[in-house]
């Protein structure tokens, strides 16, 4: 069984433009969640969708933004770019239980690089 | 609110010996526990989880660990370690009763070193 999927492996970008992330979680999971890992910031949470619709979102600025697809694949947006944005972005997906506990399971992540 | 905290942030250990990874965790009512890996420029790998149940609890590649409600401690343990289990170690929560909130709050990760 396939993974988390997430392209591009690595982005390069300039102060100011939008990078664009993707996601495809495992085959039969609904909910997506995004991460940023800065170095010396640790996991922070960003995003969760879950059945086409944002669930949650943490303590980012509102020029991080996404989406989810009718396929559950999700996109990462980050629009007008600083130097700070520069981390490894991962997603993780799993399957909506209710009343239940899911695992989430990651992608290998996207390394966002702002010059 | 919830946290996690990994109070080394380096741990360095013989092949062959027992290894443990400390996390302790802060909530307001029952957690959910998780241990992730990290290899150097991956993603993060599921070890194993704490629901409800037993205190120990089994997950792969021969790790456990064991879950203490009085010391709110979820150390992740392994009777002998391997060179290759050098990675970058996450402890991470999420509070049962938490609702809408259901992403991870991680620890700041511990980076274990085995030595030949």
């Known amino acids: 069984e396939a993974g988390v999927t997430q392209s591009p492996t690595h982005l390069i970008k300039t102060r100011g433009q939008q990078a664009t992330l993707r996601c495809s979680p495992i085959?039969?999971?609904?909910?997506v969640y995004w991460y940023q890992q800065a170095l010396g910031l640790g996991l922070q949470f960003l995003l969760w969708?879950?059945?086409?619709?944002?669930?949650n979102r943490g303590n980012f600025p509102p020029r991080f933004s996404g989406r989810q697809f009718p396929n559950y694949s999700s996109e990462l947006n980050v629009n007008a770019l600083e130097l700070e944005d520069s981390a490894l972005y991962l997603c993780a997906s799993s399957f909506r239980r209710t009343g239940g506990i899911e695992t989430q399971y990651f992608g290998p992540g996207t390394r966002l690089l702002v010059l | 609110a919830q946290s996690v905290a990994q109070p080394e942030d380096q741990v360095n250990v013989a092949e062959g010996n027992p290894l443990t990874v400390k996390c302790t965790y802060s909530?307001?009512?029952?957690?959910?526990l998780f241990w992730y890996v990290q290899y150097p420029n991956r993603g993060l790998q599921f070890l194993l989880k704490y629901i409800t149940g037993d205190n120990l609890v089994k997950g792969s590649y021969g790790f456990e660990a064991e879950f203490n409600k009085s010391q709110t401690s979820f150390h992740l343990k392994k009777p002998s370690a391997l060179v290759s289990d050098s990675a970058l170690y996450f402890c991470?929560?999420?509070?049962?009763?938490?609702?809408?909130?259901?992403?991870?709050?991680f620890g700041s990760g511990t980076q274990l070193t085995v030595l030949p």
């Open positions: 991470a929560v999420r509070e049962i009763s938490s609702g809408s909130a259901r992403q991870l709050t």
């Open positions: 969708y879950d059945e086409g619709e944002e669930r």
């Open positions: 085959s039969g999971h609904t909910s």
């Open positions: 909530v307001s009512g029952n957690p959910y």
